[in-house]
């Protein structure tokens, strides 16, 4: 009878162990579907900081060629005046 006291306990200690591994692995699970979600999220957010960024960096790049032409425009701008300047100073230093 002892044996099969022993048998016994050994056998609902074993269904007991591979019960409370089968509750703990979908807790588990569940802790790591939640982990996965917010990861995902966190990704998803980064994703549009990212986009939203290109998109500034492309403005910004339009702005400075934009910039750029109208400086070239006041350079040759400046450079015609010197011209006309140096001519005005050359009449009058004539005279």
Known sequence: MSIEMSLLF?????????????????????NQGASEASITTKVDYIARGVDDIRLDQRAQ???????NEKLIRVDESSKQAHKRIDKLEGISHES
Do not use: N, P
Request: without cysteine.
């Open 10 to 30: 050994g056998a609902i200690g074993t269904v007991l162990g591979v019960l409370g591994a089968i509750i703990t692995m979908k807790k588990d699970s569940k």
């Open 61 to 67: 790049a339009s702005k400075i060629e934009s910039m």
